[in-house]
C-alpha cells in the first residue's frame, strides 16, 4: 500500500498561481503512475494531469494544458502541481492518485484506474 498526503491548496486571485504536493509513503513510489483529479462543488471528480512512472510521459485536461505542470521526484518520494494563470473554474479539491503498473510509460485518465487516494486539498480562485 502506498499512502497519499497532499498539501499546498490555499485562496488565490485569478490569474495567480499555488504550487500542490503530494506526499507519498510505504510502498516504492517509482513503481506508481500519479495523477492529479479535482471535484467542483456540485459535481464529478475530473482528471487533471497524469506522470508515468519514468516521468518521460504526461497528460494534461485541455483546460489546463499551457498553465499547469505535473513533475516527479522519486527520490523525495514526491508529485507536484505548479499551477499558474488560474482561474476560478479550476476551484475544486484537488486529490493525487496513485496506481502500481509494470508499463514505465503507461498513465491513465480514469479515476477508477487509480487504487489510493489522498484526502484532497482545496484550492480556491476568485475572480
Known amino acids: 500500500q502506498v499512502q497519499l498526503v497532499e498539501s499546498g491548496g490555499g485562496l488565490v486571485q485569478a490569474g495567480g498561481s499555488l504550487r500542490l504536493s503530494c506526499a507519498a509513503s510505504g510502498r516504492t513510489f517509482s513503481d506508481y503512475v500519479m495523477s492529479w483529479f479535482r471535484q467542483a462543488p456540485g459535481k464529478e471528480r475530473e482528471f487533471v494531469v497524469a506522470i508515468s512512472r519514468s516521468g518521460g510521459n504526461t497528460g494534461y485536461v485541455d483546460s489546463v494544458k499551457g498553465r499547469f505542470t505535473i513533475s516527479r521526484d522519486d527520490v523525495k518520494n514526491s508529485v507536484s502541481l505548479q499551477m499558474n494563470s488560474l482561474k476560478p473554474e479550476d476551484t475544486g479539491v484537488y486529490y493525487c492518485?496513485?496506481?502500481?503498473?509494470?508499463?514505465?510509460?503507461?498513465?491513465?485518465?480514469?479515476?477508477?484506474?487509480?487504487?489510493?487516494w489522498g484526502q484532497g486539498t482545496q484550492v480556491t480562485v476568485s475572480s
Open positions: 492518485a496513485a496506481r502500481a503498473t509494470r508499463d514505465s510509460e503507461i498513465f491513465y485518465r480514469w479515476s477508477s484506474h487509480y487504487d489510493y
